[in-house]
């Protein structure tokens, strides 16, 4: 019996949503669960771009760089990335659109799946969620996230799906970040234009859920989660 594919997810967006930006997982203990995926770093500072076993920080000012390991984040998700599906886009379409076609490969709505997308897109937009003190709200600091387009750029889609039943603890949908071929740009995606290039959808089995059990602000943190939900929908 195959081993089941797992995603590793540090923290709930709820809890980053609701202002607990200060990293206590080490970038090094996080890329040990997974070699493509999302999040952010502490206090915030941009977006983490996990590609090829590799950890990536795309900040506000429009800089990409790797980052060590010591380096600790709030929230991530991460999965050792399995295609089960492969194939190619070969002729442009919109985000929405290309995404109706990866749903069409989807064995039902209620698992996760890991999506990579290498290729050259006409219109990419990105932004990156600046660096803020803990306790500010995030819906509040998104409103004055810089934004970026670039035009025909080569790079590499990863992100994870998530299912409806599971909003709240990641966003439901697309979550989704982007860096060049050459690292000199990306972020969390908004949307984009592809050209063409190859789409990869990975199954996912299970969902390995961890916690800041040594972070006092967490654990006692008093959330309103429907005033979350709301923030999530308007931020992401």
Not at 27 to 35: M, N
Not at 112 to 124: D, E, Q, Y
Not at 213 to 231: I, M, T
């Amino acid at each position: 019996m195959a081993e089941p594919i797992k995603l590793f997810q540090y923290n709930t967006l709820s809890a980053l949503m609701s202002g607990l930006f200060e990293g206590s997982m080490t970038i090094g203990e996080l890329l040990e669960q997974g070699d493509l995926g999302i999040g952010t770093l502490d206090a915030i500072d941009g977006e983490l771009i996990v590609l090829d076993g590799k950890a990536y920080q795309a900040r506000g000012d429009k800089t990409i760089t790797e980052v060590g390991p010591d380096v600790q984040v709030p929230y991530a998700a991460v999965v050792f990335h399995q295609a089960e599906v492969i194939f190619r886009q070969r002729y442009e379409a919109t985000n929405e659109e290309l995404q109706t076609r990866i749903e069409t490969y989807y064995d039902g709505a209620n698992l996760f799946r890991s999506i990579k997308i290498h290729g050259t897109f006409s219109n990419m937009h990105v932004r990156m969620i600046p660096k803020a003190k803990a306790g500010a709200k995030f819906a509040d600091i998104a409103t004055n996230q810089p934004e970026y387009t670039e035009k025909d750029v080569t790079g590499t889609i990863v992100g994870i799906w998530t299912p409806e039943m599971f909003h709240g603890v990641s966003v439901a949908g697309y979550h989704l970040h982007f860096i060049t071929d050459d690292h000199t740009f990306g972020g969390h995606v908004l949307d984009y234009v592809i050209k063409e290039g190859t789409v990869e959808v990975g199954a996912v089995d299970q969902l390995d859920q961890r916690f800041p059990v040594q972070d006092r602000k967490y654990l006692f943190a008093k959330l309103n989660l429907d005033e979350l939900k709301e923030d999530i929908s308007k931020s992401e």
